[in-house]
């Protein structure tokens, strides 16, 4: 459930800022540039979004948590339930 938030959040904020940007955009300079401006921060709100989103990786067994452990790098364990 929390992944769904953030994500929509993040994709709402986005939207709000280029709207927001596009109009003051428009009614400072010319419709070319809003749209090209409006475009630009598309783009960069995709590669942001991209780049920041990570792989969920699940373990197979005792082994494999064993291997992750001990690896010396930070480890993040989000348990669930379905009940």
Do not use: C
Not at 46 to 63: D, H, K, Q, V
């Amino acid at each position: 459930m929390f992944g769904y938030i953030n994500q929509y959040s993040y994709l709402f904020v986005s939207g709000v800022v280029i709207a927001v940007s596009f109009f003051l955009l428009y009614r400072t300079f010319s419709l070319k540039v809003a749209l090209f401006s409006a475009l630009i921060l598309l783009v960069a709100v995709a590669l942001l979004r991209s780049s920041l989103t990570t792989a969920s990786n699940e373990l197979n067994g005792i082994e494999h948590w064993n291997s992750i452990r001990d690896s010396g790098s930070p480890v993040l364990l989000y348990l669930y339930s379905d009940l």
